[in-house]
């Protein structure tokens, strides 16, 4: 792997590894099944963290660096790490929650070879996925799982190759990054780390190291399409992207084919899944099939049913389940929402969609609230809280809306206590620390009163319809 321009190979990967975990499991007396939560931006480091915490049959929390101090605390309350591991800038954060906390340098780093751990079939790792109540919800996934996933996707991408350049540019805290990394290693591929995405300098990264392969968000992919000099750009080395997390538009999509002229694979799947089941080949992407996410990938079962559960014919909307070796082991600490999310070894996804005769999956719509903003979720609930402390707010919604370069924006409705004088710009700003940057609304309506069904529940769906207007889906 290269990070920074420094290189280092798996077998030294796997020594140092080998002598993180025996020097964690000496140092903070960790045991098997112990959480460990990891808040850092990409670095060489945090994968061999990962791979030592594994070798020491504990398990890898990574926590969103995106999230506010006040956020990273309840997730971590959620966890109940016996160790936060940090990056420097983060230092304070993790001291504010109380827990043991040490940086990447203050490791142990000479603890002596692998432990040897007899941990086959135990969790690895845990990410956080918010659900509808806003709650963290820890996905408690096995090696086996990620691996498979892996698996699926080297079976539809053979340009991922020993040797060949891969880019780990999306957040360890993903699956889309730390997933990625482990599923190129796998292929015995080059991993080249970026710590963070920053347009022009990703560009020069793919050009410059000569980039074969890359997991890319559509937001992502609209920014390179829009820095100057990217048509005059050589990418004669790249070989295929796998894009995937928020649906794109078929625009955006052909501008990078034009631009990028390399093998383009869509994906589709949640962290419950271990990332990606589905795939859309590049031989499909043409017509009607761009509004595909594929089919399952290698091992997959997917399924479309109605309210009572009833498989639906051909092209009819219901909810996705999905079923197959990368489907998590169920929520941290949380039976009563693994039993509800998975079902007679089914997990419901829910998404809308329907199934064509030949297999091929359309997402419709979301069954559950969720807002996907620069592949980014954010749950309406969260932010419906948080924003319902204001002393001046009686009730209000939260929705997502189209917009162009992020897919979806947050946009709050507000119904106001007689009298109040907020304005937009003040209530932005009185939620700039106590909610994540990209979770916060980018912009706020104010109405007389929500609409709501004969139970009192807030129509949603009524609210949303006016910005969709002349969209072919609910999902952008």
């Known amino acids: 792997m290269i990070y920074e321009g420094e290189a280092t190979t798996y077998g030294a990967l796997d020594q140092a590894s080998s002598a993180l975990a025996a020097g964690l499991i000496a140092a903070y007396h960790l045991q098997p099944g112990d959480r460990v939560a990891i808040l850092d931006k990409n670095c060489a480091a945090y994968l061999e963290l990962l791979f030592a915490l594994d070798k020491a049959g504990v398990v890898a929390a990574p926590v969103n660096w995106r999230l506010t101090a006040h956020e990273v605390r309840l997730i971590v309350d959620d966890i109940r790490p016996k160790l936060i591991v940090v990056g420097e800038a983060y230092r304070d954060i993790g001291l504010s929650t109380g827990v043991m906390t040490r940086t990447f340098a203050e490791l142990p780093s000479d603890g002596g070879g692998d432990p040897h751990l007899d941990v086959d079939g135990a969790i690895s790792w845990q990410f956080a996925t918010s659900g509808t109540t806003g709650l963290p919800k820890g996905a ?75 997991l890319i968000v559509p937001s992502v992919m609209l920014f390179l399409t829009e820095l100057a000099g990217v048509r005059e750009a050589d990418f004669s080395h790249l070989r295929h992207f796998v894009y995937g997390t928020a649906p794109i538009s078929p625009d955006l999509l052909q501008r990078c084919i034009d631009i990028f002229q390399c093998r383009f694979t869509q994906i589709y799947g949640l962290t419950e899944t271990a990332g990606p089941f589905t795939a859309l080949p590049f031989a499909h992407h043409s017509g009607e099939r761009l509004l595909s996410c594929g089919r ?181």
């Open 140 to 214: 408690m996934l096995t090696g086996w799982n990620v691996l498979n996933t892996g698996l699926g996707l080297a079976l539809e991408m053979p340009e991922l190759r020993e040797g060949g350049a891969s880019l780990v540019c999306m957040p360890m805290f993903h699956l889309g990054g730390a997933g990625w990394a482990i599923w190129a290693m796998q292929e015995g591929a080059t991993l080249v780390i970026v710590r963070e995405i920053v347009p022009a300098a990703l560009l020069r990264t793919i050009v410059d190291y000569r980039i074969e392969t890359a």
């Open 296 to 476: 399952p990938m290698f091992g997959g079962r997917a399924r479309v049913v109605d309210a009572d559960d009833n498989d639906l014919p051909p092209d009819q909307i219901g909810e996705i389940l999905y079923q197959g070796e990368n489907l998590m082991q169920g929520y941290w600490g949380r039976p009563d929402a693994t039993r509800e999310a998975i079902r007679d070894g089914w997990f419901y996804t829910g998404d809308a969609g329907t199934i064509d005769a030949e297999g091929f999956i359309y997402i419709k719509d979301r069954i559950k609230d969720v807002i996907v903003t620069g592949s980014e979720n954010v749950y309406p609930a969260e932010v419906e809280a948080s924003m319902d402390e204001h002393p001046d707010i009686v009730e209000l919604a939260v929705i997502g809306v189209p917009d162009a370069r992020w897919g979806e924006a947050v946009k709050a409705i507000v119904v106001l206590r007689d009298g109040a004088s907020l304005t937009e710009a003040t209530l932005l700003d009185w939620m700039r620390d106590r909610i994540a940057g990209y979770k916060r609304p980018r912009s706020v309506e104010f109405i007389a009163a929500l609409p709501r069904n004969a139970s009192g529940k807030v129509l949603k769906r009524q609210l949303r319809e006016p910005y969709w207007k002349g969209h072919a889906r609910r999902v952008n």
